[in-house]
């Protein structure tokens, strides 16, 4: 079966775009960090230290991070582990 070049280019791009993705880091946290709470957090979830995440603060997580790498989320804050309590009270 022939593949058309559209569908090859199409999927390249794809695929480039998915790779370049998993490079986006994003970490929230409920106040400022410092740099080695920063690198310690990374370093925790698996991030290679060259990646530079970019950094937000959300005083509404209480306590804790959140961390966005790609399409995956871990979420460390103390909001996420009361609405995880409430969506488990609520079953």
Known sequence: ???STRIKSDLKK???HR???ADDVE?????KLST???E???HSVGVDRTVKPELSVDP???AGV???RGSRVIDMSLAGMVNGLKHKIDL
Do not use: P
């Not at 970490?27 to 106040?31: C, F, P, R, W, Y």
């Open 40 to 42: 310690k957090i990374l």
């Open 27 to 31: 970490v929230t946290s409920a106040h």
């Open 19 to 21: 790779l370049s993705e």
């Open 36 to 38: 080695t709470e920063v």
């Open 14 to 16: 794809y695929l480039l």
């Open 60 to 62: 509404k997580l209480l």
């Open 66 to 68: 959140v961390v966005r």
């Open 1 to 3: 079966m022939k593949v």
